[in-house]
């Protein structure tokens, strides 16, 4: 590119900045996709990859299958060497039992909404912050309608989330009478992957529960085949861990 040629475009880019704002140019190279973030479940990581940046990833069970105890430990890992926001809507956040899995709690970034409106409004600012590396959305006991109708639709939130080099993580609730859904509870045509935990057994020290085992299923996967299995034990030491059979 001659000098001449060189001296248009930079005036064609000055003019469009100056009229559209800084974030209206962005160079080629910002197009290829981040890594994804690995979870720390090595069995989860070579089965999925990771979870996607700038994509969503549905976590489904009914309670106490063990899926928030699957996304604290997911958390813990992330925090490793990046930034992660938490939106507790049902306010059920416990500290102690994240602290167990090893969740540092002084770096979280802990949100509690009032109402699922004002989690959607919350969620799309802080996808738009630019510096979260996994935003969690925990939205368990919301009516599935209702969710779909606040996330399902909302276009700004999934232009930000694509923009955005964020992972976004959201919990949602499994009707009793469905075992393993093949769809998604709530029909999010944008879901890059899902994932559905099942609980298969407790596992018992002497009188006390020691863990149980889990079944994660991979219903949906644009990056790779659906289908797949991964079994996990959970162990709830002092400090939660998860182990491969």
Not at 117 to 125: E, K, N, S, Y
Not at 136 to 163: H, I, M
Not at 186 to 202: D, I, M, N, Q, S
Request: a positive charge; hydrophobic letters at 45%.
């Amino acid at each position: 590119m001659d000098l001449d040629t060189r001296k248009q475009v930079a005036a064609v880019v000055d003019a469009i900045r100056e009229r559209w704002g800084e974030g209206a140019l962005h160079p080629g190279s910002q197009l290829n996709p981040p890594p994804p973030l690995p979870t720390g479940i090595p069995p989860l990581d070579e089965a999925l990859g990771g979870l996607p940046r700038g994509g969503l990833t549905e976590m489904i069970g009914i309670p106490s299958a063990g899926a928030t105890t699957l996304a604290l430990k997911i958390i813990a890992e992330v925090q490793r060497h990046g930034q992660v926001a938490y939106l507790d809507l049902p306010h059920t956040f416990d500290a102690d039992f994240a602290a167990r899995c090893g969740v540092a709690l002084e770096p979280l970034l802990l949100v509690r909404p009032h109402s699922l409106r004002q989690a959607a409004a919350i969620l799309r600012d802080l996808l738009g912050l630019g510096g979260l590396d996994l935003v969690v959305f925990d939205a368990y006991g919301e009516p599935p309608r209702a969710l779909q109708a606040a996330l399902g639709r909302s276009g700004p939130l999934l232009a930000t989330l694509t923009r955005s080099r964020s992972a976004l993580l959201v919990l949602v609730s499994q009707p009793l009478r469905q075992r393993a859904p093949a769809r998604s509870v709530l029909a999010f045509p944008h879901t890059t992957a899902r994932l559905v935990v099942r609980k298969e057994a407790w596992l018992y020290r002497g009188p006390d529960i020691g863990g149980y085992r889990a079944l994660i299923l991979i219903t949906k996967d644009r990056q790779g085949p659906a289908g797949k299995q991964i079994a996990v034990t959970i162990r709830l030491d002092d400090a939660v861990t998860i182990e491969a059979p």
